[in-house]
């Protein structure tokens, strides 16, 4: 099947997506605080390459070369996130004016060139002041966001209308407050449920103060999901698959959909009433105007009664004999469809935006060329089956890539490549892969 842009419509909304502590580097300078990632990248043996985002792309010098990019390769909206501690060092309190005119001129730079920013106000990097009174597991938590989300709303709102809440509430809440490998590098069950309840509140909080300080906004808030399948057909597969669909897909959903959390499939989940008070059930809904989808691969998941509340484990895709990317995910085009499915069968969503989606590879540079085909692969099979859902009747209205550039991946460190852009670390250079070539020419296609 040959794949067109004017088969997703003339409104579809095409995109990259990046995230401040993953490229921006410059994480001490003019006046930004710490972030929990600055601190928690401190300690090598955190990071796989034992790196950190200190300097990563130093994007917060090149952004006006990182927005070129952009427009070389025709990519007309630009998703990226605040860093919180840029803006308010301690986490509330006094404002970092630098920081925010480190944004502004971001913001200005792309409307100059015609691409429309979207902002994340959270993409996982909590400011340090505020993780060591508690960060999410402190309910103080709801206050200090608000204020972030007035000051950021206040002082970019004029020209971003496209904002999303959290990224991936599952991942930095699960990974940093349970299985701690990413930061702050919390454990357990104890700092897992008031933290997700928490954050599950904010999405809240924050969708309510950008409607009413942002006019005309679309919010939304940025959900992983993951395909999870049962290993075999065997009531404990199925059982523990169960769990870990509620851990994966629907423990951030269901909430801001009114429907409460599942703890009809997961027991663990009861304690969460000792974290809530009286009215907290009221205030979990929120009717975003869309919820951005974001997808990389499916799990197969075995039943395993020495894994402490999930009572599973995931079987792993170089386990299980399949192609897979450069994370060991397994490549699975027909997860972004089914997820659109399973998501859109609430009856609840007005409208998706796929928000991330993407691939690593072990890229390498020829001379100035770096030839990706498994990327182009990925992303051509990805698209085919968000357009096999749309024209299902899904409202789906967007496709964002992870990412831009080559970057800081989290516990992965430099050791994972995601970019239509390669990026030599030595030097900060930027070249562009085939890929983004590839994704610029099919954005050149002029709708009929
Ligand atoms: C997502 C994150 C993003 C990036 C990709 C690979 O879970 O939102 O920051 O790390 O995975």
Same mark, same amino acid.
């Given at each position: 099947?040959?794949?067109?842009?004017?088969?997703?419509?003339?409104?579809?909304?095409?995109?990259?997506?990046?995230?401040?502590?993953? @490229?921006?580097?410059?994480?001490?300078?003019?006046?930004?605080?710490?972030?929990?990632?600055?601190?928690?990248?401190?300690?090598?043996?955190?990071?796989?390459?034992?790196?950190?985002?200190?300097?990563?792309?130093?994007?917060?010098?090149?952004?006006?070369?990182?927005?070129?990019?952009?427009?070389?390769?025709?990519?007309?909206?630009?998703?990226?996130? @605040?860093?919180?501690?840029?803006?308010?060092?301690?986490?509330?309190?006094?404002?970092?004016?630098?920081?925010?005119?480190?944004?502004?001129?971001?913001?200005?730079?792309?409307?100059?060139?015609?691409?429309?920013?979207?902002?994340?106000?959270?993409?996982?990097?909590?400011?340090?002041?505020?993780?060591?009174?508690?960060?999410?597991?402190?309910?103080?938590?709801?206050?200090?966001?608000?204020?972030?989300?007035?000051?950021?709303?206040?002082? /970019?709102?004029?020209?971003?209308?496209?904002?999303?809440?959290?990224?991936?509430?599952?991942?930095?809440?699960?990974?940093?407050?349970?299985?701690?490998?990413? #930061?702050?590098?919390?454990?357990?069950?104890?700092?897992?449920?008031?933290?997700?309840?928490?954050?599950?509140?904010?999405?809240?909080?924050?969708?309510?103060? $950008?409607?009413?300080?942002?006019?005309?906004?679309?919010?939304?808030?940025?959900?992983?999901?993951?395909?999870?399948?049962?290993?075999? #057909?065997?009531?404990?597969?199925?059982?523990?698959?169960?769990?870990?669909?509620?851990? /994966?897909?629907?423990?951030?959903?269901?909430?801001?959909?009114?429907?409460?959390?599942?703890?009809?499939?997961?027991?663990?989940?009861?304690?969460?009433?000792?974290?809530?008070?009286?009215?907290?059930?009221?205030?979990?809904?929120?009717?975003?105007? /869309?919820?951005?989808?974001?997808?990389?691969?499916?799990?197969?998941?075995?039943?395993?009664?020495?894994?402490?509340?999930?009572?599973?484990?995931?079987?792993?895709?170089?386990?299980?004999?399949?192609?897979?990317?450069?994370?060991?995910?397994?490549?699975?085009?027909?997860?972004?469809?089914?997820?659109?499915?399973?998501?859109?069968?609430?009856?609840?969503?007005?409208?998706?935006?796929?928000?991330?989606?993407?691939?690593?590879?072990?890229?390498?540079?020829?001379?100035?060329?770096?030839?990706?085909?498994?990327?182009?692969?990925?992303?051509?099979?990805?698209?085919?089956?968000?357009?096999?859902?749309?024209?299902?009747?899904?409202?789906?209205?967007?496709?964002?890539?992870?990412?831009?550039?080559?970057?800081?991946?989290?516990?992965?460190?430099?050791?994972?490549?995601?970019?239509?852009?390669?990026?030599?670390?030595?030097?900060?250079?930027?070249? @562009?892969?085939?890929?983004?070539?590839?994704?610029?020419?099919? $954005?050149?296609?002029?709708?009929?």
């Amino acid at each position: 099947m040959s794949l067109n842009k004017t088969d997703f419509g003339p409104d579809f909304q095409w995109g990259v997506s990046t995230a401040a502590y993953q @490229i921006e580097g410059a994480y001490k300078k003019r006046g930004k605080g710490l972030s929990i990632w600055d601190v928690f990248t401190q300690n090598s043996a955190n990071i796989k390459d034992g790196s950190n985002g200190n300097k990563s792309c130093n994007h917060y010098k090149h952004y006006k070369k990182d927005i070129d990019l952009l427009k070389k390769l025709n990519i007309p909206n630009y998703r990226f996130s @605040i860093s919180w501690p840029r803006i308010l060092p301690s986490g509330f309190g006094e404002v970092n004016q630098r920081g925010i005119d480190f944004y502004s001129r971001l913001i200005d730079r792309c409307l100059d060139k015609g691409i429309t920013p979207w902002i994340t106000l959270y993409h996982w990097d909590l400011p340090n002041e505020l993780e060591l009174k508690g960060g999410w597991t402190n309910r103080d938590i709801l206050n200090w966001f608000a204020e972030y989300t007035e000051v950021a709303a206040k002082n /970019f709102g004029d020209r971003v209308k496209n904002w999303l809440v959290l990224n991936e509430p599952a991942t930095f809440i699960g990974a940093g407050y349970f299985l701690g490998y990413h #930061a702050p590098g919390k454990k357990g069950i104890n700092n897992f449920l008031p933290a997700m309840h928490h954050a599950n509140l904010c999405q809240g909080i924050g969708g309510r103060i $950008l409607k009413e300080t942002v006019p005309f906004c679309k919010a939304g808030t940025a959900l992983s999901t993951t395909q999870i399948d049962s290993h075999s #057909a065997s009531i404990k597969d199925v059982q523990a698959k169960n769990r870990f669909d509620v851990i /994966f897909n629907r423990l951030f959903i269901e909430p801001l959909l009114g429907l409460g959390y599942p703890v009809k499939d997961f027991d663990a989940l009861k304690k969460v009433s000792q974290c809530m008070l009286q009215n907290d059930e009221k205030h979990l809904p929120f009717d975003f105007d /869309f919820i951005g989808l974001q997808n990389y691969t499916r799990e197969v998941v075995k039943y395993n009664p020495l894994i402490p509340y999930a009572k599973g484990r995931i079987v792993e895709a170089k386990d299980r004999n399949v192609e897979c990317t450069g994370m060991g995910w397994e490549i699975y085009p027909e997860a972004i469809y089914n997820m659109l499915h399973k998501l859109n069968a609430y009856g609840k969503i007005k409208e998706f935006v796929v928000t991330e989606n993407g691939a690593s590879f072990p890229d390498i540079k020829v001379e100035k060329k770096i030839n990706d085909p498994q990327r182009i692969e990925f992303l051509k099979a990805h698209m085919e089956q968000v357009l096999r859902a749309k024209n299902e009747g899904i409202n789906v209205t967007g496709y964002f890539i992870w990412t831009l550039l080559d970057n800081f991946e989290w516990a992965e460190g430099y050791t994972q490549r995601f970019g239509l852009v390669y990026t030599n670390f030595k030097n900060r250079k930027r070249y @562009i892969k085939e890929s983004g070539y590839w994704f610029a020419g099919f $954005l050149a296609e002029k709708s009929e």
